[in-house]
């Protein structure tokens, strides 16, 4: 599909990257495109901020006294919380829990719950859970803006904190 898409834009040029938001994919994509198009210097910057934020972010993670928590993620999610330090100790989603992953919840004592805004399905967890914290986060921009990865992240930790 994408040799026929980029056969009807004419003159351009494809690359593939990978979508998530680890730290180690983020620098090697935006590395892809930033060849691509020619804006090295620029990307370097801003995927050193992004890295920083992430960095602050799990700073602020230790000092809240959360590193290493246990984290049943939903799969969209489990870059960020790995970056940030929790021990990922089950996934589920995206598509619907199963009842295996219901008792893994009830019986897995985690210490958090982290689900996706863009399908949330961790309902069911967090009932049979009531102990572990649910949180929700974005895996993906809402706008298109300058640094709109980066401000998903820093809104995610925030939403961890608070």
């Keep these: 599909m994408m040799e026929t898409l980029g056969d009807a834009v004419g003159n351009t040029t494809m690359v593939k990257i990978t979508c998530d938001n680890s730290i180690e994919t983020v620098r090697k994509s935006t590395s892809i495109i930033a060849t691509v198009t020619g804006t090295k210097e620029e990307s370097e910057k801003r995927v050193a901020k ?13 000092k809240h006294g959360l590193k290493g928590k246990r984290v049943l993620c939903n799969k969209n999610q489990i870059y960020l919380a790995k970056d940030l330090g929790f021990e990922v100790s089950a996934i589920f989603g995206p598509g619907p829990v199963t009842s295996d992953q219901i008792v893994n919840a009830k019986t897995g004592k985690y210490d958090l719950i982290i689900d996706n805004v863009h399908n949330p399905v961790g309902a ?39």
């Design 50 to 62: 992004y890295i920083k934020v992430i960095e602050d972010g799990k700073s602020l993670v230790e």
């Design 124 to 162: 069911p967890l967090v009932e049979v859970s009531p102990n572990s914290k649910y949180i929700i986060w974005r895996n993906f921009p809402e706008v298109v803006e300058k640094d709109a990865l980066l401000h998903v992240i820093q809104k995610n930790i925030d939403e961890l904190l608070k």
